[in-house]
Each structure stands twice: as structure tokens, then as C-alpha cells.
T-cell receptor, first 114, second 113 residues
Framework: NAGVTQTPKFRILKIGQSMTLQCTQDMNHNYMYWYRQDPGMGLKLIYYSVGAGITDKGEVPNGYNVSRSTTEDFPLRLELAAPSQTSVYFC?????????????FGPGTRLTVL | KQEVTQIPAALSVPEGENLVLNCSFTDSAIYNLQWFRQDPGKGLTSLLLIQSSQREQTSGRLNASLDKSSGRSTLYIAASQPGDSATYLCAVERGTGANNLFFGTGTRLTVIP
């Protein structure tokens, strides 16, 4: 049981480049989330999904896009990368809503934008 | 907006010591509170979930308590071990919905053998 997997683990982008962070879960969870964690800060929610085909914005969605075509996959797209997007990105999933049910986290993607 | 604070930011203790980690939140009208562990370079692992009707949860050497009226939660670790070294984060759920989970900045714990 792999849980939540994320690729890549590390990435360096130049300003203005685009990329997609991949996230897959094999627990058949309906709820999936993308967070970013800046140094010395708590996690902040970027986007979330309550099921295939349904996504919604979190606290810091600007500069990102998501899609949820299947239950398993929840990719995060960065368009026109900016230095402010340098962060560690975590994908998570849960059976029920965040807060009321256990979230399972992926290992993270460390992104640097230069 | 809910603010979640964890003090101290870092803590070092000798092996075997009992310790308490603190989590404070500004809005006492919360639903649930979770404690997570984060190892370097890895994602978060849920340790304990205290639901709104509960005051504490226990798992092995870990005990978490919640006092909503004072806006505080504590994570008690008994007989600390070097393997407990990690960053511990709390997260509070202000209301129902995925957009209502607020994380603290964490306490980095080092247990010295």
C-alpha cells in the first residue's frame, strides 16, 4: 500500500517556466489537498477536491491550477513560476473532510524558482 | 482569521524526560484539533485527533488535551526517546470544510541520547 505518492521530489525552475506536480493516492479517498509549506510557517491550503471532477480554492490559490479527472490523481499546475512560489509542496488525502478525519500526506516536492 | 501558535519553536531534552508541547489558537470556536509529526524531508503523519466533543486523546506514550475555552492544546510525550526527534505541528478545524483547517508553525523537538 503506497499511500500518497508525489513526483518529483525536487525541482528547480526558472522564472516564467511552468510545471506540473503529480500526486496519486491508492486509498480510494474522495478528498485530496495541496498545501505549501514555507520555512518557519505553517502549511497553507492551495486547492482541494472533494471528488473526481470537483475542485475548489484554498487560502493561497493564485498562480496555481488543479484538475481531478480520477479519484486517484490530483495534479497541481504552476503557470509562469515566480520566486514567491519557492516552497515545499505537500499533497494529502482523506476519507472524510480535513480536520474531522485523518489526512495522509505525501513526502513533498521541494521547488526552487530562480 | 484563526491564528495558531506553537511555542517554543525548538526544544531539546535529554532522553527519558517527560515533555509538553503547546499549541494556542485565537478562535475558541473550533471543531477538531489534530497533532502531526513531521520528519525531516518527509510529509506529515497524523498522531492524534481530538474531536469537538472530546477533551483528550491518548496513543501509547502520547497524550493530547484540548481546552477550547482557553484556546490551548498540549501534547504530552512520556519517557522521550531519540526516535521522537521531529517537528510536531498542531492543526485546528475552525468549521466544516476543507478550507477551515489551520496549521501551527510547529515545534522542532530534539531528544538527546
Amino acid at each position: 500500500n503506497a499511500g500518497v505518492t508525489q513526483t518529483p521530489k525536487f525541482r528547480i525552475l526558472k522564472i516564467g517556466q511552468s510545471m506540473t506536480l503529480q500526486c496519486t493516492q491508492d486509498m480510494n479517498h474522495n478528498y485530496m489537498y495541496w498545501y505549501r509549506q514555507d520555512p518557519g510557517m505553517g502549511l497553507k491550503l492551495i486547492y482541494y477536491s472533494v471528488g473526481a471532477g470537483i475542485t475548489d480554492k484554498g487560502e493561497v490559490p493564485n498562480g496555481y491550477n488543479v484538475s481531478r479527472s480520477t479519484t486517484e490523481d490530483f495534479p497541481l499546475r504552476l503557470e509562469l513560476a515566480a520566486p514567491s512560489q519557492t516552497s515545499v509542496y505537500f499533497c494529502a488525502s482523506s476519507r472524510g473532510l480535513a480536520g474531522g478525519d485523518t489526512q495522509y500526506f505525501g513526502p513533498g516536492t521541494r521547488l526552487t524558482v530562480l | 482569521k484563526q491564528e495558531v501558535t506553537q511555542i517554543p519553536a525548538a526544544l531539546s531534552v535529554p532522553e527519558g524526560e517527560n515533555l509538553v508541547l503547546n499549541c494556542s489558537f485565537t478562535d475558541s470556536a473550533i471543531y477538531n484539533l489534530q497533532w502531526f509529526r513531521q520528519d525531516p524531508g518527509k510529509g506529515l503523519t497524523s498522531l492524534l485527533l481530538i474531536q469537538s466533543s472530546q477533551r483528550e486523546q491518548t496513543s501509547g506514550r502520547l497524550n493530547a488535551s484540548l481546552d477550547k475555552s482557553s484556546g490551548r492544546s498540549t501534547l504530552y510525550i512520556a519517557a522521550s526517546q531519540p526516535g521522537d526527534s521531529a517537528t510536531y505541528l498542531c492543526a485546528v478545524e475552525r468549521g466544516t470544510g476543507a478550507n477551515n483547517l489551520f496549521f501551527g508553525t510547529g515545534t522542532r523537538l530534539t531528544v538527546i541520547p
